[in-house]
């Protein structure tokens, strides 16, 4: 069984940057692909980053690309989600999923998904 944590959320102005990370605990983490998804309020969740076991492919939402980089540190069981130039249609909750196998893509839809983590909030307001 594998646990993930998310952490880094929080309320920042329009503009800003955080800086969300997802901690895996219980198996291999460089054996699973991992994604990032968030949920608004009322709204479905949604996919926003994605990237293969390695790191060496990732994918993003068209609404996040150029502004969300996601990497992962496979030697501290470790993804991350570097967002830049934070907009108040961001403000969602954040959440990291996991898929085992050691794919050379990227997996954008939810249901592809094994494992999630409970979530952290990011309120984007001014």
């Known amino acids: 069984q594998v646990q993930l944590a998310e952490s880094g959320g929080g309320l920042v102005q329009p503009g800003a940057s955080l800086r969300l990370s997802c901690v895996a605990s219980?198996?291999?983490?460089?054996?699973?692909?991992a994604g990032w998804f968030r949920q608004a309020p009322g709204k479905e969740r949604e996919f926003v980053a994605a990237?293969?076991?390695?790191?060496?492919?990732?994918s993003y939402a068209d609404s996040v690309k150029g502004r969300f980089s996601v990497s992962r540190d496979n030697g501290k069981n470790t993804m991350f989600l570097q967002m830049n130039g934070l907009k108040p249609e961001d403000t969602a909750v954040y959440y990291c999923?996991?898929?085992?196998?050691?794919?050379?893509?990227?997996?954008?839809?939810?249901?592809?998904?094994?494992?999630w983590g409970q979530g952290t909030q990011v309120t984007v307001s001014s």
């Open positions: 990237v293969n076991w390695s790191g060496g492919s990732t």
């Open positions: 999923a996991l898929r085992r196998g050691q794919y050379s893509v990227t997996f954008r839809n939810e249901y592809e998904y094994e494992y």
């Open positions: 219980g198996r291999t983490f460089n054996n699973y692909a």
